[in-house]
């Protein structure tokens, strides 16, 4: 076919709809490929990326997998993984059966404390268990006191591979929920009537419907679990049981000089096996999608009741969001306001303010507040304004190069936070333009932008198939162009996506800290790695402290959005 | 000079002729009907004019501009051919209020505010909707988001209208009102106007000359009144209403040139016409259920058919009833009522029509 239409006549410059789409696509791909390159290019060099002379080999894998740390790097995080996937799969199933196919007492309440975990950074998470359940944690402690043993172990893979677990379990439940709300209750009433009991439709009916978003909210999870850089940072990395991450984190921030191809090698060996676990996901989406029914006639989902075994359900899942996420933070806050916390002394005799002042006191750490709040009002919402505009290229024109852009743009589901960070660092070392960005919060910004593409991304393609192409069909038939078309009539019309992006991608800035470790610097920190340098220095009661003020500032944006989005339902 | 000059038109998927060699030439000031059944093509061929969907082969041409041309690698995109599409679903912006809707392909046009107004004003006029301009669609009736998709199109004069089926959305009392008042604005202002409807009877009513397509080809360009008497083919025929095909033998001439068939059964019959060009000697004669006279005893006609009623149904002013002649079934009206039973037809040649069996 002829695509002579890419140029004007009246002009003769190329038509702003395809400048647009083009320099939409390639700036996607810079995003990208920035930081991908560099770590891709360094796993092969026999020295620094920036010196010259540099011999590329495969040398570097050799010495990887000839590093016995290196085979117990693989041992940890993979067994964590799995451990780590079957706790949320669990947890995150049997919350979607009862929350969503039963009339459980309560079940609004625990909805939405089962959703915390999805708000607050894992690095507050992880430190708010410490508190508890670490070593020296306050119900640790108790428990040594009254059994003159210590119970549990947190410093151990099992041990936290249940962190890792409750803090992913809205992960599954989120996948399953949505499914288990679009079945077909009539399979149930079928059990039923057959003479099945409440629990015997749940396990035989309901369980096996939800085998597809389980398989593919375990992959999810299983790659979280092979990011996560805080758990282990924080209960691995003491008594040396390194993962992926901290393998990365102590070679590249631990060491006097940096093992660059060491680094590279290793980088590039995560992003291979995430990025095959997503091609595996993708595969076996595209098999379950032929036989999941979702039916067009809208029905009211029938629930099972439970009699008297919903009371014992919901105390038993109640017990959990206890323990996994109530005291937990419940114990930051009363750390952040005590000078220690012990089960020795009541906590009343403790208070202070002493943690606050040490942040407030010091320009350097308000400055770190003010930038994760600046990263994330400003950033996200620069980067909702881009995402939105990739999302029209590649759902809303005749874009020649649609489907690969959003291969392209999906594809920072594969890069951990850690090796986007160490990407970009990179990237900045090697080209001049990215390099001027060093030691701003811009890089920042940049790095959490590419990292949130597919997450907004998913917020709103979907918005944006729901409306029918006549009318922007009908807007360039009235004379408007392709990009008048899709700003004037199809950008209003996806206004709650929009938002709902906006909010996504707010929280996600504020409380990113993994890719940030390789790229701040003075001037340029921001809460969460100002967290991790007081929690180097033993400073748990400002880490708590800083703990409650990411909490404020989350739980005041979430407020306002909810608000936000009530008095604007209509548009 | 808005004469639309469509040539060779084609477009494809794969191996999915959706477009297959499509001409129509269609005159200034013309209300042209694209008549046919559901998936022949009429909507790829309007989206094609409109420039929203590009064919694979062929010329589009209105006036002296050329939109399209396959081979020279030309294709004018939609927003600058100035044709203006009234969509099926009305595709009215839900955000916008009824001016909003009209005043955006002249701010677009960059038209003067105060310019603007007087235009907008003057084509909600057009179509009955004064004192509405500040509603939003979805506080309209079906048939008032029809007046305003119109409205829009007609506010910045296009040089060409495109209708897909404007009034299939409607009942059929309002569906029959907006089709005369749609007649009327079109001879009014003296619109070029191309037309897609699959409802024979809209067609036959509101244009110049209908296009009747079967899979993806125009297979009739004609005026409504021969398209209705003289179908080109059976399909035609069958799409148009025609009702009845029995299979019959040519066997010869009577003395005044008329064509002398026969029925499987050996009853001669004569018609009026010729038989198609290329036609063997097996054909079929049409005659409509209104054209049948229905008797309980014989009639005295040129063309005389006796069967038996098998069925019959009441449609209010007239019985309809289904009548076995040999293996052949034939519908017929009447308004007297007969019983089930032997029945004598009657019909005089000029109300048939021969077409290739
Ligand atoms: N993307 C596509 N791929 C393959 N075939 C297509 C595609 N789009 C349209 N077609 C085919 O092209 C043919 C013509 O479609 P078109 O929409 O023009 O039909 P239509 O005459 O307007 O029918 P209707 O009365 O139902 O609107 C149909 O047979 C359709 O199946
Ligand atoms: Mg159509």
Redesign the pocket.
């Known amino acids: 076919m002829n695509i002579a239409v890419s140029r004007d006549p009246a002009t003769g410059w190329p038509r702003r709809a395809l400048t647009i789409q083009w320099s939409v696509a390639l700036l996607t791909l810079l995003l990208v490929v920035a930081p991908l390159g560099p770590i891709l290019w360094q796993s092969f060099l026999d020295r620094p990326l920036y010196e010259a002379g540099a011999v590329p080999g495969f040398a570097n894998y050799v010495r990887l997998f000839g590093d016995p740390d290196f085979h117990a790097v693989l041992r940890n995080s993979f067994v964590f993984a799995v451990l780590a996937t079957v706790i949320a799969v669990l947890a995150g199933v049997a919350f979607t059966l009862f929350l969503e196919r039963t009339r459980l007492p309560g079940r609004n309440l625990l909805r939405n404390l089962l959703m915390w975990p999805l708000y607050i950074s894992q690095l507050v998470t992880a430190f708010s268990w410490y508190t508890l359940y670490g070593p020296a944690g306050y119900f640790t402690l108790l428990g040594e006191r009254i059994f003159g043993v210590p119970l549990w172990d947190m410093y151990s893979v099992p041990g936290m591979a249940i962190l890792g677990g409750v803090t992913q379990a809205p992960v599954v439940y989120l996948f399953c929920a949505s499914n288990a709300r679009m079945a077909d209750a009539t399979l149930e009433d079928a059990a039923r009537s057959v003479g099945a009991g409440p629990f015997r439709i749940l396990w035989s009916v309901a369980l096996p419907m939800l085998r597809p978003p389980i398989i593919y909210s375990a992959i999810l999870v299983f790659i979280g679990s092979l990011e996560t850089l805080a758990i282990p940072l924080i209960f691995g990395r003491p008594v040396g049981i390194e993962f992926f991450t901290t393998f990365l984190y102590s070679k590249g921030l631990g060491a006097i000089t940096p093992d660059y191809g060491m680094i590279g090698a290793a980088a590039s060996l995560l992003l291979v096996i995430v990025t095959l676990l997503l091609v595996v996901q993708g595969l076996l989406l595209r098999r379950a999608g032929r036989f999941v029914s979702v039916k067009g006639k809208s029905q009211r989902p029938k629930r099972i009741d439970l009699g008297m075994g919903g009371y014992v359900v919901s105390g038993l899942l109640a017990l959990y969001l206890l323990v996994g996420v109530l005291l937990p933070m419940a114990a930051v806050l009363l750390r952040a306001f005590t000078t220690f916390l012990t089960p020795l002394l009541s906590p009343f005799e403790l208070l202070t303010l002493e943690n606050f002042q040490s942040i407030f006191d010091y320009p350097v750490h308000v400055r770190a507040i003010v930038n994760s709040v600046v990263i994330a009002g400003v950033g996200g919402l620069v980067a909702t304004v881009l995402i939105a505009v990739i999302a029209l290229v590649i759902r809303r024109s005749s874009f020649p190069f649609a489907r690969a852009l959003e291969y392209v743009a999906l594809y920072p589901r594969a890069m951990p936070g850690i090796v986007a960070g160490i990407g970009f660092f990179w990237a900045m070392l090697l080209l001049p333009f990215i390099g001027a960005l060093s030691g701003t919060i811009w890089i920042l910004m940049i790095a959490f932008t590419m990292r949130g593409i597919p997450t907004a991304y998913g917020a709103i393609a979907p918005a944006l198939m729901q409306i029918g192409p006549e009318l922007d069909q009908s807007a360039r038939s009235l004379g408007a162009d392709w990009w008048t078309a899709v700003t004037r009539i199809i950008l209003p019309l996806t206004k709650p996506a929009l938002f709902a992006a906006y909010t996504l991608l707010f929280l996600s800035f504020l409380k990113e800290y993994s890719a940030a470790v390789f790229l701040y610097a003075p001037g340029a920190e921001i809460i969460g790695t100002t967290m991790l340098s007081f929690w180097a220095e033993g400073e748990g009661g400002a880490v708590a402290a800083l703990s409650v003020i990411q909490l404020i500032i989350t739980l005041a944006f979430v407020l306002i959005a909810h608000r936000f989005t009530r008095t604007h339902r209509d548009v | 000079m808005s004469e639309v000059v469509i040539d060779n038109l084609g477009k494809h998927?794969g191996a999915?002729r959706?477009l297959d060699d499509v001409s129509l030439h269609v005159a200034e000031g013309e209300f042209v009907t694209l008549l046919?059944p559901?998936?022949?093509?009429?909507?790829?061929?309007l989206f094609a004019l409109a420039g929203l969907d590009r064919p694979t082969e062929g010329t589009i041409r209105i006036g002296d501009r050329v939109f399209f041309d396959a081979a020279a690698g030309i294709d004018v995109p939609a927003e600058r051919r100035g044709i203006g599409l009234v969509f099926q679903s009305y595709a009215l912006w839900p955000h916008m209020t009824v001016r909003q809707n009209l005043a955006f392909p002249l701010k677009l046009r960059k038209v003067p505010k105060a310019e603007q107004a007087v235009r907008i004003e003057e084509a909600l006029a057009l179509v009955d909707l004064t004192g509405l301009g500040e509603r939003l669609p979805h506080e309209l009736s079906g048939g008032q988001q029809q007046r305003v998709a119109l409205a829009r199109t007609l506010v910045f004069r296009p040089s060409l209208l495109l209708l897909d089926?404007p009034l299939s959305n409607l009942d059929a009392k309002l569906r029959h009102k907006a089709r005369d008042w749609l007649k009327q604005l079109q001879r009014q202002l003296g619109l070029t106007t191309l037309y897609?409807t699959?409802d024979q009877e809209e067609a036959l009513a509101m244009s110049d000359r209908i296009a009747v397509?079967q899979a993806?080809r125009i297979v009739q360009l004609d005026t409504p009144e021969r398209i209705y008497r003289r179908p080109a083919t059976r399909f035609v025929a069958d799409f148009i209403g025609a009702g009845n095909f029995l299979p019959v033998r040519h066997v010869g001439h009577d003395e005044g040139g008329r064509m002398l068939v026969e029925t499987g059964e050996g009853v001669r019959l004569v018609t009026a016409g010729t038989a198609p060009p290329g036609a063997g000697a097996d054909l079929a004669v049409t005659i409509r259920p209104q054209h049948l006279r229905l008797s309980a005893a014989p009639i005295d006609d040129e063309n005389r058919l006796t069967g038996t009623i098998v069925d019959r149904t009441y449609l209010g002013a007239r019985h309809g009833y289904t009548v076995a002649i040999g293996d052949q079934r034939i519908q017929a009206e009447s308004e007297q009522l007969f019983e089930p039973g032997a029945v004598h037809l009657a019909f005089r040649a000029e109300d048939t029509l021969l077409l290739d069996g």
């Open positions: 998927y999915v959706a046919g559901s998936g022949c093509g009429k909507s790829t061929t089926e897609v699959h397509m993806g």
